[in-house]
Every structure is written in C-alpha cells, then in structure tokens.
C-alpha cells in the first residue's frame, strides 16, 4: 500500500460527458502528479501540483484540467470526453522540500472506459 | 527535452534464468534515472533509482542497474528471476533538480517462463 488512494477505481461513461477523478496523497506529501496510461501512449505526465500551486504541465489536453485543495488532495477533471480518453489515470505523490527526493508514490490508478 | 527509450517491449525468460532490461535515455543535461515496477491490476513502484555516487545502484527484490553516462544507459538487471517478477517496467528519468514529471519509457513486460 503506497498509502496514495484514488477514487474511483473504475468508471464507464458515454461520449460527450464529464467526470472527476479523486486523487489523495500520502500523509505529509505536498506534490501531486496525474499520469495517463494507455496502450498506445504509455505512461504520459499531464500535470503536477505542489501545496495547491500548478507547478509543471505536461501532455495535458484542453479539455482537462486539475487542481489541489487545501487539504492537499487533487482533482482531475476530464470533460468533452471522447473514446481515445479511456485510459487508466494514475496519481501519484512526493514529498518536495526544495530539493530532489526521488520517488514518487502512486495510487492503483482510475480506469475510464469511453463508451 | 528528455527521452527513455525501452529498447525490448517484452523480454521472455526462463525461471532462475538472469534478465536484463535495457533503457536508453537522452537528455542535455545531468539526469537522475529510476525503474519502476507494475504488478497486474496495480500501480507502479519504485525498485531503484540513481541519484549521484556509486553507478551501481541495487534495489529492492534483488534487482540492480547501471548508470553509465558514456552510452547513456540504464540498464536493469535480476541475476536469477522468479515467476513472482513477471510485471511491466518502466524505466524513468527527470532532469536535474526535482522530481518535476518524471518521463517514462514505453515499459517492458517481463515474462517468465517456468
């Protein structure tokens, strides 16, 4: 247990329609990532977050967007969804004092299945 | 901009066989290198990583890799596998001063054979 938890952890819905995807990080960890990971692409950076500031963006489409509340979990919201989005989303946490540490933590991702 | 590239998408092996894993990465400046670990229906979990210092890095689960900065390599290494290492792995690589987004390789999928 990476003590990352995402919810849900799978989700199915239509073309057109919006989801949120619901990442918490593990006790202390001020950093949030959101991955996506399909066959094709593999594993894509889309955004991170550190103590509620954007702080690097990545692969992220338009029709996505995050953020971190203060509590420090994350959001990802897909929205306009289309059928090449089904894909596992991962979150994953670090802790960051200004310097690097290395690892990130990830929870067991969201499955999102475009129908 | 950095890259990794995964050389083998899957590497079939024997059990009690040594495995390698290739990684080649690119970047324009100095970089720290990580693999990562995928289990079935799980997320990914770190199973070493190179900072600075020793170019052998050994890691959990009796893997270990080598940095080598002249080829720009990172090979990963098991000298004698297990069914239980049948996974996907990512090899990973940030550039110097944070863990900003790490980029992954495409990821390859041990299989081991009994």
């Known amino acids: 247990d990476s003590g990352v938890t995402q919810t849900p952890k799978h989700l199915i819905t239509a073309t057109g329609q919006r989801v949120t995807l619901r990442c918490s990080p593990r006790?202390?960890?001020?950093?949030v990532y959101w991955y996506q990971q399909s066959l094709d692409q593999g594993l894509q950076f889309l955004i991170q977050?550190?103590?509620?500031?954007?702080?690097a963006k990545g692969n992220i489409l338009e029709r996505f967007s995050a953020q971190q509340f203060p509590d420090l979990h994350s959001e990802l919201n897909l929205s306009s969804l289309e059928l090449g989005d089904s894909a596992l989303y991962f979150c994953?946490?670090?802790?960051?004092?200004?310097?690097?540490?290395?690892?990130?933590?990830f929870g067991e991702g969201s499955r999102l299945t475009v129908l | 901009a950095q890259s990794v590239t995964q050389l083998d998408s899957q590497v079939p092996v024997f059990e009690e066989a040594p495995v390698e894993l290739r990684c080649n990465y690119s970047s324009s400046v100095s970089v720290y290198l990580f693999w990562y670990v995928q289990y079935p229906n799980q997320g990914l979990q770190l199973l070493l990583k190179?900072?600075?210092?020793?170019?052998l890095v050994k890691g959990i689960n009796g893997f270990e890799a080598e940095f080598n900065k002249s080829q720009t390599s990172f090979h990963l290494r098991k000298p004698s596998v297990h069914i239980s290492d049948t996974a996907e792995y990512f090899c990973?690589?940030?550039?110097?001063?944070?863990?900003?987004?790490?980029?992954f390789g495409k990821g390859t999928h041990l299989i081991i054979q009994p």
């Open positions: 190179y900072l600075s210092g020793s170019t």
């Open positions: 994953a946490s670090s802790i960051r004092q200004g310097g690097l540490t290395g690892e990130l933590f």
């Open positions: 977050y550190y103590n509620g500031e954007e702080r």
């Open positions: 990973a690589v940030t550039e110097g001063g944070g863990a900003d987004g790490l980029t």
């Open positions: 006790s202390g960890d001020l950093s």
